[in-house]
Every structure is written in structure tokens, then in C-alpha cells.
């Protein structure tokens, strides 16, 4: 897939990103920028054009859908017991090392 096409694809995440607020594990909730997320691969089924996302700390999964009956982008977020789509998204501290010697 080309570099612009994934480009998009992030353009329409920080779309649907500046509409909501994600959820986090201690039951808080914050914004969150596309730059959090990896793109992972795309999926026509069923009618949907789906396009998935992974947080870059969580792992967890979020998705792009499109219907053909409606041409609108939605969000859709996973909130399960299985690995990866447990629907939270909390940013996790780096740890600094010391390059001084």
C-alpha cells in the first residue's frame, strides 16, 4: 500500500479522534492524537470497509468503518475480554536511560 493512502487513512483517524475521547484503564477518560496508533491493514466485509489501527502502548485495537449504505466514517471501538480489544488507551511513561557515562 502507498504512503499516501495510509496518509489518509491517518488524516480520517485524527478526524474521528478530535470527536471523542478515549477511555482508559482507571475508568478516566482523555484526547488522543492519530500519532498514538500504527496502521495495521484494511478489510472489505460484508458491506464495511474497515481500516484498523493499533495503540502504540496499549496494543489495543481501534477501527475505521464505512458502510456502503452510508459513505461517513465511523469509530468503532472493541470493548472485550479478548487480547487486544479491550477498548482502553492510557499512555504509558518512557523510561529515560542515562547515556551519561
Not at 14 to 33: F, M, P, V, Y
Not at 36 to 53: C, Q, R, V, Y
Request: with cysteine; proline share 2%.
Amino acid at each position: 500500500m502507498d504512503n499516501e493512502t495510509i496518509n489518509k487513512y491517518f488524516e480520517l483517524l485524527a478526524d474521528q479522534l478530535l470527536l471523542i475521547e478515549l477511555d482508559c484503564k482507571n475508568n478516566s477518560k482523555r484526547t488522543a492524537s492519530a500519532s498514538e496508533f500504527m496502521f495495521m491493514h484494511t478489510k472489505d466485509s460484508d458491506g464495511l470497509n474497515i481500516i484498523a489501527f493499533k495503540h502504540i502502548d496499549t496494543r489495543n485495537y481501534l477501527f475505521l468503518v464505512q458502510s456502503i449504505l452510508d459513505p461517513s466514517w465511523r469509530l468503532h471501538i472493541p470493548k472485550t475480554n479478548e487480547a487486544f480489544q479491550l477498548g482502553y488507551f492510557d499512555i504509558f511513561e518512557k523510561e529515560q536511560v542515562n547515556t551519561d557515562s
